[in-house]
């Protein structure tokens, strides 16, 4: 059942363009969410964040002294891309993004694999009804946490280590969310969660994820608890996609995994993510997957539908679910019978478009 939320209280979002493409992109959500807050009665307020690339290459700084303060503030974020040619990699991705999920604890990165209605996916003879998965994605520990360090730096005997961290708290938050949101999402095809990992390899920190899962699995009896190998997931995500309802993972294999996924889908140009803090309170963030690509900046060709879809995803999570379908089904008329494909400058129109091309369908 779609809810709506009935509230006077306006939804508050900040506004992260960010680098290349992001603003575009974003710029068309932000008609969406114009088109459908009137239609559908509900107030809103943006606020507009100039971070990134740009003016770290400006000012020096990443994140300005008491920004994360201020973000706290809004219901949630609405992010466009990350990553400028001219600023070394991880400058802007860890200083912005990830300091953002963790500083925020987004714990959740929830990343839908759904194939769309005239999308083309290289898995020949796969539809819309053999591609609807979802990876929940552990999104503050793993690789991710930044532990390690240089041994003789430079030289012929330089050690480098890179440590993963998992914690009991900090995997058990993640999987207990995932077997809810299994529940709640009730696939009729019934309700499984698949745990990704590598207990075969990592038998330390993913014997943690196994036990936990099973601990969590016992209170939710009516949903199948289901585990694959890492490497298999991959295989089995291109062999049968079908197979899948929910994936639940940690944070490097979910990753490179909705990656797979991102393309499963028909590519960056349609794949959204969120990054999620679901205690009460939590501010979380919404963002297409797909990088800033800097090629295509400003030339209006960029595909506007995955941060359409990430709009799609804030709305739903910040009670207005009724809009957010109706996004959904709108998306889902216009890649079926308009768009020519989903690729940048070959969607046979314009960003802007796009948008515009949505907002019809809204209807
Ligand atoms: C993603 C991105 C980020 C990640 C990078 C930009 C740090 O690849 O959101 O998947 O690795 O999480
Ligand atoms: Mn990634």
Redesign the pocket.
Known sequence: MQTQKTTTDPLRIAVIGGDGTGPEVVAEGLKILETVAARDGFAYELAEFDFGGDRYLRTGEVLPEGAVEELKQFDAIYLGA??HPDVAP?I???GL??EL?FQLDQYI?L?PVKLLPGVETPLAGKGPEDIDFVVV?E?TEDL?CGVGGFLKKGTADEVASQTALYSRKGCERCIRWAFEYTQRRNNPRGKMLTLVAKTNVLTYGHDLWWRTFQDVAAEYPDVKADYNHVDACCMWMVKNPEYYDVIVTT??F??II??LGGMLQGGMGVAA?G?INPETGGTSMY?P?G?SAPKYTGQGVINPIAAINAMAMLLDQAGYSQSAGSIDRAVARVTGEKMQSQSAGKMGYSTSEVGDLVIAALG
């Open positions: 990350v990553g991880g802007l991705e860890k993004l990830l999920r990165n990343r994605r999104n991710y944070n490097m979910g990753d909705t990656d993510g990054n963002e997957m990088g």
